[in-house]
T-cell receptor, first 118, second 111 residues
Framework: GAVVSQHPSWVICKSGTSVKIECRSL??????MFWYRQFPKQSLMLMAT?????????EQGVEKDKFLINHASLTLSTLTVTSAHPEDSSFYIC??????????????FGPGTRLTVL | DQQVKQNSPSLSVQEGRISILNCDYT??????FLWYKKYPAEGPTFLIS?????DKNEDGRFTVFLNKSAKHLSLHIVPSQPGDSAVYFC??????????FGKGTRLHILP
């Protein structure tokens, strides 16, 4: 199956700093990638849809200035958490679907990135 | 407002028996449903899906049943194995790629 990677897998940072998380589709090109956030014992919450070559589409309640998404190529999307605070500590997961395979694509998920803000 | 609901946060099943995970949804426009399995500190992995035009889909030990009138779907795992212990997410989508997840059910397979 299609492989999606994330880097780093785990990051600890100080409050007020910015952290960049990379999401790569390794063996396919993804025009659309998705960023999710998961809190303990809660559902995966879609944060934004990342579109190659255009601005990301953010879900209601997600601060676009805080969670910067860039989809510069067909295989790479980045999520930058700016001025991170302890409440941003979470598990961030990206996913991608293979274009042209129909409207009901399975999404292939990255392994996730655990962010801890001190 | 949760559109996809998994009302059981956890479930324990004896190894070899059948595991049944339930999911309810509120949006009748959903036309595709998926189940994902997730181990701790890993991303979810796709398990099985079903289109709204079907009421059953089977793949090996996994079967998903869809009851559109009740807006209910279930995942059956038989026989349950130790490696099935994980969190299972029910998800639904409508036409586009956006998928809405339930909160998940943690399945414990007991030896």
């Amino acid at each position: 199956g299609a492989v999606v990677s994330q880097h780093p897998s785990w990051v600890i940072c100080k409050s007020g700093t910015s952290v960049k998380i990379e999401c790569r589709s390794l063996d396919f090109q993804a025009t659309t990638m998705f960023w999710y956030r998961q809190f303990p014992k809660q559902s995966l919450m879609l944060m934004a849809t990342s579109n190659e070559g255009s601005k990301a589409t953010y879900e209601q309640g997600v601060e676009k200035d805080k969670f910067l998404i860039n989809h510069a190529s067909l295989t790479l999307s980045t999520l930058t958490v700016t001025s991170a605070h302890p409440e941003d500590s979470s598990f961030y997961i990206c996913s991608a679907s293979i274009p042209g395979t129909g409207a009901y694509n399975e999404q292939f998920f990255g392994p996730g990135t655990r962010l801890t803000v001190l | 407002d949760q559109q996809v609901k998994q009302n059981s946060p956890s479930l324990s099943v004896q190894e070899g028996r059948i595991s049944i995970l339930n999911c309810d949804y509120t949006n009748s426009m959903f036309d595709y449903f998926l189940w994902y399995k997730k181990y701790p500190a890993e991303g979810p992995t796709f398990l099985i899906s079903i289109s709204s035009i079907k009421d059953k889909n089977e793949d090996g030990r996994f079967t998903v049943f869809l009851n559109k009138s009740a807006k209910h779907l279930s995942l059956h795992i038989v026989p349950s194995q130790p490696g099935d212990s994980a969190v299972y997410f029910c998800a639904a989508s409508f036409r586009d790629d956006k998928i809405i997840f339930g909160k998940g059910t943690r399945l414990h397979i007991l030896p």
